[in-house]
């Protein structure tokens, strides 16, 4: 809820959501000024522009209303007897394909996130969930099938990145006798050389397994922008969910629970559930390879799912019941790849590329370089 405006020049901005208190002077001219809540605005549109605005926006706690707009707006007068001004209004939902039919920009009222994350929701999410909504009647339904679409797609990237901690996991065993080769903590960029030289060998990149997961988050990203601020899941219900909006209750509580609130999720329960046996089937899956990070295996496993619980606890139930699809097809995935992977075949085949001759990567050689160097800072120091 607050203050958005668009200048002629195509800009776009917005006065801070949050606060007591937000204020803005304008000088520079303007084509409308939008007054806008979570679903729906009240814009006003200059048919030539507006000279200059002072915009202020306070939030109230009556208990009944959020915040209150007011506006100082100037717009171009020449004291001509015969000079109209003319404005038009928009006064309706934030929704988007009807937003950007008026071709005034009015979409941009709609949080969808920047650059990427924006261009995701735009050319993807909407138009799946417009074509679906063509067929079927249920939000739920929509939302399962736009899961098991983006499973879909980025199930090359997943077994991707299950192959890669395969090959790590299958190399656990040389990179043990590694690590008893250079017990002193002296000898660290020794066993680093040598561990990354084992890499390099068999042609392994450690970061294999991350890079298919870093190329998936601004999916995740974009869906965590467009389910609280799409127009479509106002109050539709599914399940036990009211309003996939909204957050799902299915117990009030008599108490409030400091960052969590008086009342509980059970999407969000099953979404942190479902997290939680995702992040242990890849642990287990890695075994003892990132020994050396124990820290982030316990952050990952156990930290992770419970912060989750307490940060969507008040968000979209929509989201929530996206984010435990996606963890339960990823489980799915997971347990299917397992059954056509072999190991030994792996392993067969790491020594295979061991035999062939050795090409340095870019990213190779300067990790390299980076380890040399730390060794001359160190004798210098000694």
């Given at each position: 809820?607050?203050?958005?405006?668009?200048?002629?020049?195509?800009?776009?901005?917005?006065?801070?959501?949050?606060?007591?208190?937000?204020?803005?002077?304008?000088?520079?001219?303007?084509?409308?000024?939008?007054?806008?809540?979570?679903?729906?605005?009240?814009?006003?549109?200059?048919?030539?522009?507006?000279?200059?605005?002072?915009?202020?926006?306070?939030?109230?706690?009556?208990?009944?209303?959020?915040?209150?707009?007011?506006?100082?707006?100037?717009?171009?007068?020449?004291?001509?007897?015969?000079?109209?001004?003319?404005f038009n209004f928009y006064f309706g939902p934030n929704h988007y394909k009807t937003l950007k039919k008026y071709e005034m920009n009015f979409e941009k009222v709609i949080p969808l996130g920047m650059n990427i994350i924006r261009w995701i929701n735009k050319y993807f999410v909407i138009n799946v969930f417009d074509f679906l909504s063509k067929y079927i009647g249920s939000y739920g339904l929509i939302i399962l099938l736009l899961t098991i679409l983006i499973k879909i797609i980025l199930f090359p990237l997943t077994y991707k990145s299950y192959l890669s901690s395969a090959k790590m996991r299958v190399l656990k065993p040389?990179?043990?006798?590694?690590?008893?080769?250079?017990?002193?903590?002296?000898?660290?960029?020794?066993?680093?050389?040598?561990?990354?030289?084992?890499?390099?060998?068999?042609?392994?990149?450690?970061?294999?397994?991350?890079?298919?997961?870093?190329?998936?988050?601004?999916?995740?990203?974009?869906?965590?922008?467009?389910?609280?601020?799409?127009?479509?899941?106002?109050?539709?219900?599914?399940?036990?969910?009211?309003?996939?909006?909204?957050?799902?209750?299915?117990?009030?509580?008599?108490?409030?629970?400091?960052?969590?609130?008086?009342?509980?999720?059970l999407f969000t329960l099953l979404m942190a559930a479902a997290l939680f046996l995702t992040s242990k089937m890849n642990a287990d899956q890695m075994g003892d390879t990132n020994a050396q990070m124990p820290g982030m295996k316990f952050m990952m496993t156990y930290m992770m799912p419970l912060m989750m619980l307490f940060w969507f606890n008040g968000y979209s139930s929509g989201l929530s019941y996206y984010y435990f699809l996606s963890n339960v097809f990823t489980i799915g995935q997971t347990y299917m790849i397992r059954q056509f992977v072999d190991d030994q075949a792996i392993l067969a085949k790491l020594h295979e590329n061991a035999k062939k001759p050795v090409k340095k990567s870019k990213w190779q050689d300067k990790l390299e370089q980076m380890a040399k160097r730390q060794q001359e800072v160190q004798k210098k120091k000694k």
């Open positions: 809820t607050t203050i958005a405006y668009h200048f002629l020049n195509e800009d776009f901005e917005e006065l801070s959501a949050g606060g007591q208190e937000a204020t803005e002077e304008i000088t520079t001219k303007l084509k409308w000024i939008d007054y806008k809540q979570q679903f729906f605005s009240s814009i006003i549109v200059a048919k030539e522009h507006f000279s200059n605005a002072d915009l202020k926006s306070t939030e109230l706690k009556d208990g009944k209303h959020i915040r209150s707009f007011s506006s100082r707006i100037s717009v171009p007068f020449k004291n001509d007897n015969n000079e109209t001004i003319g040389q990179v043990d006798e590694i690590n008893q080769k250079y017990p002193k903590k002296e000898d660290a960029l020794k066993k680093q050389q040598a561990v990354m030289g084992l890499y390099k060998k068999v042609g392994v990149n450690p970061m294999g397994g991350c890079i298919p997961i870093l190329i998936q988050f601004p999916i995740l990203i974009a869906m965590f922008r467009f389910f609280p601020a799409s127009f479509e899941l106002r109050q539709e219900s599914f399940l036990w969910a009211d309003d996939l909006s909204a957050y799902d209750s299915i117990l009030t509580l008599p108490f409030e629970i400091p960052w969590y609130g008086d009342h509980v999720s």
